[in-house]
């Protein structure tokens, strides 16, 4: 634990500055960096002991959650160097997040063989996606979220914040969920996630329009991206996972993917629509678009439409790239 820091630190410091005076070593410090962990508490925020009967058995975790679950859970429980407290709600929600992505991929196992050319193609892809006009709106929310997720992960590995890279790889697996199911007939729809996760229960994917092809293909290979971010945290289920998908080399073996910086930007907001100064509608509109452009958007407002029926407009209040506001 912590309280033994203090010691090794100072021990191995001694040694390592008397080799250096001696010129055994070429530096005065033995380490380019040094992270001390934090401490695992028990629920009652007591420290673990046998004798006070709080231990939690990795073992008998193992056996009911799994063992990448109690992995990701050990890493997304909070700071890598804080003190914090078991919670088996907590390793709980760990689980749920580990079987909605099994679940999504036993939907492209099942869909394997419905579009072989463009689902072909490799994840490592990602570094050279399809250009930002050949794909529909929603699929550039998702382009532009992957290649967030794959920033933040990249940089928080590095810098051992592991709780905020899973928590990054949670909000694109929601994403994705979202996006599948758009991309999904109504019998996935209907299915509950645990007979899907338990007995692999037949999806088929709407695939059939060129549109369709897109978002099918681009959220493959999102999702494949995901499993090679996960592998460091969930080590077992992504390796399946990946197998399970056709590929024959190890998970392990595939290249780190790396973010497009154009693509971090959003391409999208939500502009704010306003009439008489209240909000009566948000829409999805391209960054950059002109007053005129946002003008029209308020004007076709499905639900601000209806407070211009017979109404003037007088005066319109822009500012760009968040919201308008039509004085009538």
Same mark, same amino acid.
């Given at each position: ?68 679950s109690?992995?990701?859970?050990e ?33 492209w196992?099942?869909?394997? &063989?419905?579009?072989p050319? #463009?689902?072909?193609? %490799?994840s490592?892809?990602?570094? @050279?996606p399809?250009? *930002? /006009?050949?794909?529909?709106?929603n ?8 290649h967030?997720?794959i920033?933040?992960?990249s ?32 019998e ?11 007995? &692999?229960?037949?999806?088929? #994917?709407?695939?059939? %329009?060129?549109?369709?092809?897109? @978002?099918?293909?681009? *959220? /493959? ?10 592998a ?32 971090i930007?959003?391409?999208?907001f ?36 209806q ?13 760009r ?8």
């Amino acid at each position: 634990g912590m309280e033994h820091t203090t010691l090794h630190l100072l021990y191995s410091r001694f040694w390592h500055k008397f080799l250096f005076d001696i010129g055994v070593v070429p530096t005065k410090e033995p380490y380019a960096e040094r992270r001390s962990h934090g401490v695992v508490l028990a629920g009652d925020l007591q420290k673990m002991s046998k004798s006070r009967g709080n231990v939690v058995n990795p073992d008998e975790i193992i056996k009911i959650y799994g063992a990448d679950s109690l992995r990701v859970y050990e890493m997304f429980m909070g700071p890598f160097s804080q003190m914090i407290p078991w919670s088996t709600q907590g390793l709980v929600g760990v689980r749920r997040f580990l079987e909605r992505i099994w679940l999504l991929g036993a939907i492209w196992q099942n869909n394997a &063989g419905r579009a072989p050319r #463009l689902c072909s193609a %490799s994840s490592r892809e990602i570094a @050279t996606p399809q250009p *930002l /006009r050949a794909l529909a709106r929603n699929d550039n929310d998702i382009t532009t979220l992957l290649h967030q997720t794959i920033k933040k992960v990249s940089e928080d590995l590095e810098a051992m914040r592991f709780n905020t890279a899973v928590a990054a790889l949670m909000i694109l697996t929601n994403r994705l969920n979202e996006a599948t199911e758009q991309c999904c007939h109504a019998e996935f729809i209907s299915a509950s996630s645990a007979n899907a996760v338990d007995s &692999g229960t037949s999806v088929a #994917l709407s695939a059939g %329009s060129a549109a369709g092809m897109t @978002t099918y293909a681009m *959220l /493959r290979r999102a999702y494949e991206t995901l499993l090679i971010l996960l592998a460091p945290f969930a080590p077992h289920i992504a390796e399946e996972l990946w197998q399970k998908l056709g590929h024959k080399k190890s998970i392990f073996l595939e290249k780190w993917p790396q973010y497009d910086p154009k693509l971090i930007r959003q391409n999208t907001f939500d502009l704010v629509i306003q009439i008489n100064g209240k909000l009566r509608d948000r829409v999805k509109a391209e960054i950059g678009i002109t007053k005129q452009e946002a003008e029209k958007l308020a004007r076709a407002s499905s639900k601000g439409k209806q407070f211009l029926v017979g109404k003037q407009i007088k005066k319109v209040i822009f500012i760009r790239d968040k919201l308008i506001n039509l004085v009538v």
